[in-house]
């Protein structure tokens, strides 16, 4: 169903992975959509791809967040009734080796962003954050009431964007910001023309089951089978993007309306172990994953799982599709990608 009023939204970052599928679904919301991208962690096909799927085409403007004349003159130029920040550096084991590059992208950036904003007189922003923001303290399902302990500079970067955003709004009685903390992203949009395009070797669970499922790699490492979970395998919060993607078009009215900062975790609050993800991979797809147990992954926890209830409380909004929804869309698009390569 479409908006019954269209407007138009500056997204940082929305050649990626998440913003792509937030793109989407505010370009078929009738929409007009500006994407601000330097293209450092996507291709440049995902801007047809998204003007072919939605029948309407984003504007590109390719720059870099840290680029502050290009930012400020983006925004000045135009004016937007929000921006969605999704622009970022995101690997954990990268954040740990150029900490600085992390602060420097993801926080300096999100102050440049900041500043612009001003200049352009938007006063809404909905921001990128993670469930990583709530590091170790091991509480699950865990809500948003739960102090901030992050563990590492990406989950350090993502905590002081927080208190930007924070800061923003206690000077600035009219401003809004839906800070939302993301659990695990998986799947992709169910036309299979837009996914994830991890860089490099991939870290995360989904990436490195498609990648055994396809036989790039030969098995799955499984990281412990001895938690204090029903199958001794890590237990986490996985949501599908689409669904996450219609967290942030919920969240859009509700921030136009209600100024401060909001801080709400977009999760499904059902979690699956790494056994069942599998299991259910198998089923669905109807292909084998081998896998071994292995040690443990230094700094994981045995569950993290989100209390989604504020989001359901605050923006009427909640995951729908499942696990199963997850694999098929996400071996779907893999399999589009490899056929695409070869
Ligand atoms: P992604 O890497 O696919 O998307 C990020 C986009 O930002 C890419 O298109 C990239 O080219 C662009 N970008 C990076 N640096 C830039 C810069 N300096 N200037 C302009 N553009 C730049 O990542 P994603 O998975 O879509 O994540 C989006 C946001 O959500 C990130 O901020 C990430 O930290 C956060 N997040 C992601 C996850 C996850 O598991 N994917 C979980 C929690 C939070
Ligand atoms: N896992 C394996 N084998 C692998 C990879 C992962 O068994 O090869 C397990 C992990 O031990 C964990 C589960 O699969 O139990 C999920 O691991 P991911 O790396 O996919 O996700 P995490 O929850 O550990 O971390 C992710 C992002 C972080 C982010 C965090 C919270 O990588 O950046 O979610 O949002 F901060």
Same mark, same amino acid.
């Given at each position: 169903?479409?908006?019954?009023?269209?407007?138009?939204?500056?997204?940082?970052?929305?050649?990626?992975?998440?913003?792509?599928?937030?793109?989407?679904?505010?370009?078929?919301?009738?929409?007009?959509?500006?994407?601000?991208?330097?293209?450092?962690?996507?291709?440049? +096909?995902?801007?047809?791809?998204?003007?072919?799927?939605?029948?309407?085409?984003?504007?590109?403007?390719?720059?870099?967040?840290?680029?502050?004349?290009?930012?400020?003159?983006?925004?000045?130029?135009?004016?937007?009734?929000?921006?969605?920040?999704?622009?970022?550096?995101?690997?954990?084991?990268?954040?740990?080796?150029?900490?600085?590059?992390?602060?420097?992208?993801?926080?300096?950036?999100?102050?440049?962003?900041?500043?612009?904003?001003?200049?352009?007189?938007?006063?809404?922003?909905?921001?990128?954050?993670?469930?990583?923001?709530?590091?170790?303290?091991?509480?699950?399902?865990?809500?948003?009431?739960?102090?901030?302990?992050?563990?590492?500079?990406?989950?350090?970067?993502?905590? +002081?964007?927080?208190?930007?955003?924070? !800061?923003?709004?206690?000077?600035?009685?009219?401003?809004?910001?839906?800070?939302?903390?993301?659990? !695990?992203?998986?799947?992709?949009?169910?036309?299979?023309?837009?996914?994830?395009?991890?860089?490099?070797?991939?870290? !995360?669970?989904?990436?490195?089951?498609?990648?055994?499922?396809?036989?790039?790699?030969?098995?799955?490492?499984?990281?412990?089978?001895?938690?204090?979970?029903?199958?001794?395998?890590?237990?986490?919060?996985?949501?599908?993007?689409?669904?996450?993607?219609?967290?942030?078009?919920?969240?859009?009215?509700?921030?136009?309306?209600?100024?401060g900062a909001h801080k709400i975790n977009l999760g499904t609050g059902?979690?699956?172990?790494?056994?069942?993800?599998?299991?259910?991979?198998?089923?669905?797809?109807?292909?084998?994953?081998?896998?071994?147990?292995?040690?443990?992954?230094?700094?994981?926890?045995?569950?993290?799982?989100?209390?989604?209830?504020?989001?359901?409380?605050?923006?009427?909004?909640?995951? !729908?599709?499942?696990?199963? +929804?997850?694999?098929?869309?996400?071996?779907?698009?893999?399999?589009?990608?490899?056929?695409?390569?070869?």
């Amino acid at each position: 169903m479409g908006a019954q009023t269209s407007h138009r939204y500056f997204v940082t970052g929305g050649a990626g992975y998440i913003g792509s599928h937030t793109v989407l679904a505010l370009l078929r919301d009738g929409h007009d959509v500006t994407i601000f991208d330097n293209f450092s962690n996507a291709s440049r +096909d995902v801007i047809d791809r998204l003007g072919a799927l939605a029948g309407k085409a984003p504007v590109l403007i390719e720059g870099d967040i840290r680029d502050e004349a290009a930012l400020t003159s983006a925004l000045t130029a135009q004016k937007y009734r929000a921006v969605l920040h999704f622009a970022g550096l995101k690997s954990v084991a990268e954040s740990v080796e150029k900490p600085q590059l992390y602060h420097e992208v993801n926080v300096g950036g999100t102050e440049i962003l900041l500043r612009a904003m001003e200049k352009g007189g938007c006063k809404a922003i909905v921001f990128s954050s993670s469930a990583t923001v709530y590091g170790t303290h091991g509480v699950s399902p865990i809500d948003e009431s739960c102090s901030l302990d992050p563990i590492n500079p990406y989950g350090q970067s993502k905590a +002081d964007c927080e208190v930007l955003l924070e !800061n923003n709004c206690q000077n600035d009685a009219e401003f809004s910001a839906a800070i939302l903390r993301y659990f !695990n992203p998986v799947g992709a949009d169910k036309s299979a023309k837009i996914g994830e395009m991890p860089k490099g070797t991939p870290a !995360n669970l989904m990436p490195l089951i498609l990648e055994a499922a396809t036989g790039e790699r030969e098995k799955l490492a499984i990281f412990g089978n001895d938690y204090d979970t029903p199958d001794g395998t890590g237990v986490r919060d996985y949501i599908h993007v689409s669904d996450l993607a219609a967290g942030h078009t919920a969240a859009l009215p509700y921030i136009e309306a209600h100024p401060g900062a909001h801080k709400i975790n977009l999760g499904t609050g059902r979690g699956y172990s790494v056994i069942e993800m599998i299991q259910t991979f198998q089923a669905v797809n109807d292909v084998p994953i081998p896998y071994s147990i292995e040690a443990r992954r230094p700094g994981d926890l045995g569950e993290v799982v989100a209390n989604p209830n504020y989001a359901r409380e605050l923006l009427d909004w909640q995951a !729908n599709l499942g696990l199963e +929804d997850m694999c098929r869309d996400a071996w779907a698009w893999k399999k589009s990608i490899v056929k695409s390569s070869s």
